[in-house]
């Protein structure tokens, strides 16, 4: 039962344009929502989160849209640089416990 | 550094041998968790503390797997009679209360 879904398993922008990376989740529950960043041999690194009261959160040349209705959100980078290339994971929890990861998008940024 | 750090990095062991990873938290940190990734996937919740009390653990995990964090410091996860399915990475990571995770790099896990 896989609650946290990217269904792009990868996704490639030249350097300078928008990313923009997606999750769905069927969780109503769900309450938080995290955005990780995993470069390879490294564990995942936190990048971004939203509480399900708002529906952006901005910081820097990142932002999380969250669309409670669809049970979207959505991950912007921009401009894209090639030090964001790596595997992006979703993540959600309910009620301040565990988080429940998607299976990733790998982000590769074209010079 | 005062980030989440684990031991061994990488565990070669043959099947059926015993495993013990440990994973030292950052230390303010009352709260830590295992998780599991295999290729291709992101990881898996294995289980989580808080302090020293085992608040949840998968229903997933096998019998086989033990976790412990005696006084709320450092934590092991230990699996007995390894599978070659239990190869993967464990991923230990640890936070203040419910704010967001922090992981540590991570014990890769190879299972002959």
């Known amino acids: 039962d896989q609650q946290v879904k990217q269904n792009s398993p990868s996704l490639s922008v030249q350097e300078g344009r928008i990313s923009i990376l997606n999750c769905d989740y069927t969780n109503s529950m769900f309450d938080y929502f995290l955005w990780y960043k995993k470069y390879p041999a490294e564990g995942p690194t936190f990048l971004i989160s939203?509480?399900?009261?708002?529906d952006k959160n901005e910081d820097g040349r990142f932002t999380v849209f969250l669309n409670k209705s669809a049970k979207h959100l959505s991950l912007h980078i921009v401009p894209s640089q090639p030090g964001d290339s790596a595997v992006y994971f979703c993540?959600?929890?309910?009620?301040?416990?565990?988080?429940?990861f998607g299976t990733g998008t790998r982000l590769t940024i074209i010079p | 550094d005062t980030g989440v750090s684990q031991d061994p990095r990488h565990k070669i062991t043959k099947r059926g041998q015993n495993v013990t990873f440990r994973c030292d938290p950052i230390s303010e940190h009352n709260r830590l968790y295992w998780y599991r990734q295999t290729l291709g996937q992101g990881p898996e919740f294995l289980t989580y503390f808080q302090n020293e009390a085992q608040l949840e653990k998968s229903r997933l995990l096998s019998d086989r797997f033990s976790a412990e964090r005696p006084k709320g410091s450092f934590s092991t996860l230990e699996i007995q009679r390894t599978e070659q399915g239990d190869s993967a990475m464990y991923l230990c990571?640890?936070?203040?209360?419910?704010?967001?995770?922090?992981f540590g790099e991570g014990s890769r896990l190879t299972v002959l």
């Open positions: 990571a640890s936070s203040y209360n419910t704010g967001e995770l922090f």
């Open positions: 939203i509480s399900s009261i708002k």
């Open positions: 993540a959600a929890s309910a009620n301040g416990g565990k988080l429940t």
